[in-house]
């Protein structure tokens, strides 16, 4: 609530908590992998980490690495996740289950496009950033209309996740990279229907990390 008796919205955006293809650099997409027991000790720390913050609703990714991820706070919040198909992963077509070495041995040119201009490339029989970025845009506003001045958690995945964020930011796709998104992060956006979002969090892992960790002595 603002000074003035404004209602905000919050948004409390997360990326689902560690796999094994994360730990191999494996281009996961549409393909349903589950957590790894790191993951798994992760989304309980998570959950840990809200604990006592009224939640409105919690949705998620219907892949399950998203869903695991948001079942310990549910279950804290004595809430239903609700799975959404606008927050479900980038498709990266032929790309899914290839390691980033295989990917650029095999596509070198295609891969080089991803790095160097993401917004523009389409991987093979997959999803431009563009078309994702838009539904999941259009998931939050309905979420946003559904809640309006209530506290809502989203567990996703990390490109939509840097989506969202550009997003609310009025950020361009080129910043794609520009975003750090790590495993079981949380992000955390205020949201004004006259003035829009604010970001009060980004990338937040203290829950699981000390900061002292990240920075440099």
């Known amino acids: 609530m603002g000074s003035l008796g404004e209602q905000f919205a919050q948004v409390i955006l997360i990326r689902h908590g560690e796999t094994a293809w ?17 993951g798994k000790e992760q989304a309980k720390k998570l ?12 949705y998620s990714s219907p892949l399950q690495r998203a869903l695991q991820t948001a079942k310990p706070l549910a279950e804290k919040c004595n809430l239903n996740v609700v799975p959404m198909e606008a927050f479900n992963d980038l498709s990266f077509g032929e790309w899914e289950g290839l390691t980033r ?4 041995k095999r596509y070198p040119e295609a891969f080089r496009l991803w790095v160097e201009s993401p917004q523009d490339y389409v991987c093979p029989g997959g ?7 838009q539904r999941a845009k259009d998931g939050l506003d309905n979420l946003l209309q559904k809640h309006d001045g209530g506290t809502i958690a989203i567990v996703t995945h990390r490109v939509i996740l840097k989506l969202l964020l550009l997003e609310a930011l009025g950020l361009d796709n080129k910043k794609f ?15 004004d229907s006259r003035k829009g979002f604010t970001l009060v969090r980004f990338n937040e892992t203290s829950h ?3 900061l002292k960790e990240f920075l440099r002595r």
């Open 47 to 58: 959950a840990d980490s809200l604990e006592g913050i009224s939640l409105d609703g919690i």
């Open 127 to 133: 999803e431009s950033l563009e078309g994702a970025r």
């Open 208 to 210: 699981l990390h000390p």
């Open 22 to 38: 994360n730990q191999a650099q494996t281009f996961r997409g549409r393909k349903d992998i589950p957590l790894n027991a790191k």
């Open 177 to 191: 990279w520009h975003l750090q998104q790590d495993n079981c992060a949380l992000n955390v956006l205020k949201h």
């Open 101 to 104: 070495t295989e990917v650029e």
